[in-house]
């Protein structure tokens, strides 16, 4: 720690990496000359890791003395700035006081993920008795389970913002005791609109508490392995969250009614809310004198896009001439005019725009959310059309589908623990790499798949794929979004993170629809088999775009965003003299 005594010449300003601040101090020339001249050597000898800028700024008042932390300080202990960098990444927030504390923190936020996952795998499941239960038409078979999706990535970015405004805890909260309500009336359905209204108000729910949850990851640890390995937990829960959505559709529906499968899944979000209330830090206070403000307008038009988009795109291959169907048309027509207003709005008009463009300028951030796009909903493809392969092609009971997914759950398991230990040493685009490879291989096999397939040779390696697929660029979006973005957007990018994934799984799953639909006439099997031509095209698509333009570094203990936007708001408004 370097203390200054200010005279009552001159003003130096400098960054502290620890506080994220500017921090300021004042000497005489002389004083100022052989600062600048200890430091530099510092920085010759290695010591220094953050450039140090000076500069003269406007005389301060008399008598002040202020301490002055620089970015390459050795601590009295003889810790180098970097160490510390180094040190601070590896240890438990001080928020979480004990170890205890953070586990229940954890487990929490974890939930978010295996639980919406659970609703969203689970539901492939049950569709067929649903469907033959409440005599839902074939014709509106895909919307129960695309609607969930669809009213997700509507609300995310909104919901977002609110997380910024009010803090993650109070808008987490509400989203679960929402989800958990919806979830318990969705399982007494009586017909096939209970069930589509129960299913949307159920999107409401993790609209709310997914980007409220990486708000509270994202603004509760620093860039580094610690931070890494709980984003690969929080990736975990969502094969786990997977495995026990189709565990326990598969039960419910062979062994009792599939109502219980939605009172289940409501049982166990309640366990998670009385768990969250008293584990997670109320940040509600922190964000009272919040500058951040709602963007009404941009909110409506982004959701009224992405419904009406969706569901022209969606309804297409059922509606009676197409795309040239009346309804169909006025809807793609009105959601592309609300987008575009939508797009107008963030742009010139939104003094807060929910989705910044600014954000855009990060680098490689345009091709790599582009590739996302092409990537997440390739899961929804290959889970629909896996599990409507195994029980209409190969006549499967429920609980035999089930036993087929556990590779899928445990391999998830592991690969998302482990992505904790590998992201801080391997480039993110090597592990986008493996998930673009993956994604090919897995719907070739199901593509190409013969008449009473070998277990082991053909869908044994498509989970394992799968799954590899899914999960390692699901840790890699989270993370990168979350370290590229400030304190007081991590809400934004929670909502971005999630809403492209939900946003790729609903419309992904209706071009696929339209795929299997248009080729129906080539009979059911190869309509399935079509549906993974899709999903292998996309990922070739994604794969392409990772390679050619994406290029991430490994995740490694870092400063913050806030601290680099510091450090580099110091730099720009230093006189350039005083750079030399």
Request: hydrophobic residues 50%; contains cysteine.
């Amino acid at each position: 720690m370097a203390n200054v005594r200010t005279g009552s010449r001159g003003r130096r300003t400098t960054f502290n990496s620890a506080s994220a601040r500017h921090q300021v101090g004042r000497g005489t020339e002389e004083e100022d000359s052989r600062f600048r001249n200890e430091l530099s050597a510092r920085q010759r000898d290695g010591h220094c890791p953050i450039p140090i800028t000076f500069r003269t700024m406007s005389q301060p008042p008399e008598g002040e003395q202020t301490n002055v932390r620089h970015s390459c300080d050795v601590e009295p202990n003889g810790e180098s700035e970097a160490a510390r960098v180094e040190r601070l990444g590896r240890q438990r927030p001080e928020k979480l006081g004990s170890l205890w504390k953070e586990i229940g923190f954890v487990f929490s936020i974890a939930m978010s993920q295996a639980l919406t996952e659970y609703f969203v795998s689970g539901f492939t499941v049950i569709v067929p008795t649903i469907v033959e239960e409440l005599e839902i038409p074939a014709a509106s078979t895909t919307w129960p389970a695309s609607v969930f999706s669809l009213v997700v990535s509507a609300f995310l970015l909104p919901f977002g913002r609110l997380a910024d405004i009010y803090g993650g805890f109070p808008v987490y909260i509400a989203g679960f005791v929402w989800f958990c309500a919806w979830s318990l009336i969705a399982g007494f359905s009586q017909n096939e609109l209970m069930m589509d209204f129960c299913r949307a108000l159920q999107g409401l729910g993790p609209a709310a508490y997914l980007p409220a949850s990486l708000t509270l990851l994202g603004s509760m640890y620093r860039p580094g392995p610690r931070k890494n390995l709980v984003f690969s937990i929080y990736g975990a829960m969502a094969p786990l969250g997977f495995f026990a959505g189709i565990f326990f559709a598969g039960v419910a529906t062979q062994y009792t009614m599939w109502g219980w499968y939605f009172w289940i899944g409501a049982i166990l979000t309640f366990l998670t809310t009385l768990t969250a209330f008293f584990a997670i830090p109320n940040d509600f206070s922190e964000h009272r004198n919040s500058e951040v403000k709602m963007d009404w307008l941009g909110s409506v038009s982004t959701a009224c896009g992405v419904v009406l988009l969706i569901f022209a795109v969606t309804a297409s291959s059922h509606a009676p001439n197409g795309w040239a169907t009346p309804y169909i048309l006025v809807t793609l027509i009105l959601g592309a005019i609300s987008l575009s207003a939508a797009f107008y709005v963030e742009g010139w008009i939104a003094a807060q725009p929910l989705l910044p463009f600014d954000i855009f300028r990060i680098k490689h951030v345009r091709p790599f959310v582009l590739g996302l796009l092409f990537t997440y909903g390739t899961l929804g493809i290959f889970l629909l059309y896996a599990t409507l392969y195994l029980q209409n092609i190969m006549n499967l009971a429920p609980m035999m589908v089930v036993a087929y997914y556990i590779p899928l759950a445990v391999g998830g398991c592991l690969l998302a623990t482990l992505g904790g230990v590998v992201l801080h040493r391997v480039p993110g685009t090597v592990m986008l790499a493996i998930t673009g490879v993956a994604i090919i291989v897995d719907s070739l096999l199901f593509a190409l798949i013969p008449n009473n397939p070998n277990y082991w040779a053909w869908i044994f390696p498509a989970m394992i794929c799968a799954t590899i697929a899914v999960d390692i660029v699901f840790n890699v979006a989270n993370i990168f979004f979350s370290t590229s973005l400030p304190a007081r957007q991590q809400g934004l990018a929670g909502g971005l993170a999630n809403v492209l994934f939900h946003l790729s799984v609903a419309l992904l799953l209706g071009f696929a629809d339209v795929v299997a639909i248009r080729t129906a006439y080539q009979g059911e099997r190869q309509s399935y088999k079509n549906a993974f031509w899709f999903e292998l095209a996309c990922g070739a698509t994604a794969l392409t775009i990772f390679m050619g333009f994406v290029r991430i570094r490994r995740a490694e203990s870092d400063l913050t965003a806030d601290e680099k936007e510091a450090l580099k708001a110091a730099d720009d408004t230093a006189p350039a003299e005083d750079k030399r």
